[in-house]
């Protein structure tokens, strides 16, 4: 038996995210599968770090399956590259032990938000990033992002979707970087793991701070809150990207 | 009488070109002045710096109308942006001398095209960039670009389209940069204007260098050859841009 790992880049413009939904939705999990089917005629059941959100984007997302049949790394590669639709990309083919599992093995997760911080949209970006028209105050976001680090209880950031239930909704956020690069900004968030919907809502309240309509104590309030509705609006999921995982 | 110019921004993936065709063809310049008639009940003649090719991309395209009706710009701007699609924005619109031609009164333009330089291609990027497997050498691109600075005839480095003929085919190239940024390489190409297909031409050659196949003085032969067939293959419309023009 061999379990193989994948690292996968997507544009989640045409998906309706990763996870595998009802029949006749495009999601990249199912395309992988139906690819590698169509290639190998086999079945594999396919385990996803994580999912993403219908329009999250990811550089490097991981995923792997066991096979009975051991083939080199490089053929699958270059057999679902050549199956798959051009928005989806397997960047690389590793074999790993048996007991390797994308989900329960990661330790850690980046994902990255990119706004476009300018009066009009962008053309040529428009799927890419998410445009604010208001000129933000990255000084002030950047002070309020301290307000995340640390293990924190992220009730307040997450959707009370069926999945959170009766689970634990702490987490450890080691690192929220808020950038500068000419007019687009970045928010780059590092932690063990992330509640549903966690860094759209935690970007949505720290665009509030750049606006000047939300304070870093009314942040420590929500933190503290626990409460879904205490929290703003989340950020749209086109401007954000898993960017790795780290086992 | 009052002339507006105009700067634009279009993503050129769905264009065929900036300039009006046949009917049915979708170009930049048709779908302007179809919004423009559209809010303004009048049909205004636009006249662009130039024309960029289907799958061509424009960061500051520039454009100017004359019309009878005196409006304020920022009006003009936000009318045609609630009625164009969202790939293309007009930026500014400044109301400008009655003398001001677009394409006449062109100093000088600079194009810029994007490799992303890696073995595999991006779908996040895959609109935005032409990408090329093989490691370029960057260090020989730099310096077989020099070959291409200077006041010089460039017929090798156009297609003999009905347009050039008889006109000359001298231009003058005042910056040639080849910079790398990350696994994306920028070829940022300033002149005093353009020939037909010059830019991608120039850069199909450069990109034959920094693969080996090409040296510079297989470049300098070529400029000397004045002859079409002496040049390259042209490099792909979808990773470049026009990012200004200086009047």
Chains 1, 2 share one sequence.
Request: glycine share 8%; hydrophobic share 40%.
């Amino acid at each position: 038996m061999a379990n193989y790992k994948l690292t996968i880049e997507y544009d989640g413009t045409n998906f309706k995210g990763w996870q595998v939904q009802g029949k006749g939705e495009r999601t990249v999990q199912g395309e992988i599968v139906q690819a590698y089917q169509k290639v190998f005629r086999e079945k594999i059941k396919l385990i996803g770090s994580g999912r993403t959100d219908t329009g999250v984007h990811a550089l490097g997302q991981v995923a792997n399956f066991h096979t009975e049949i051991d083939r080199p790394p490089e053929d699958i590669r270059n057999a679902l590259n050549a199956t798959l639709a051009d928005d989806v990309v397997i960047l690389r083919v590793n074999r790993v032990a048996d007991s390797f599992h994308a989900q329960y093995a990661a330790k850690r997760k980046t994902y990255r938000y990119i706004i476009l911080n300018r009066e009009l949209p962008s053309p040529t970006r428009r799927w890419g990033m998410a445009q604010i028209s208001s000129a933000l105050d990255v000084e002030a976001m950047k002070s309020a992002a301290k307000a995340f680090v640390g293990t924190r209880d992220f009730k307040s950031f997450t959707s009370n979707n069926r999945s959170n239930q009766g689970k634990s909704t702490t987490r450890t956020v080691y690192d929220l970087r808020v950038v500068r690069r000419g007019a687009q900004i970045h928010i780059d968030i590092t932690a063990d793991g992330f509640l549903y919907k966690m860094v759209r809502n935690i970007v949505g309240l720290l665009i509030e701070v750049g606006q000047g309509r939300c304070s870093k104590s009314h942040i420590l309030k929500v933190l503290r809150d626990k409460d879904r509705r205490a929290a703003g609006v989340a950020a749209k999921a086109h401007g954000l990207y898993l960017l790795k995982v780290k086992y």
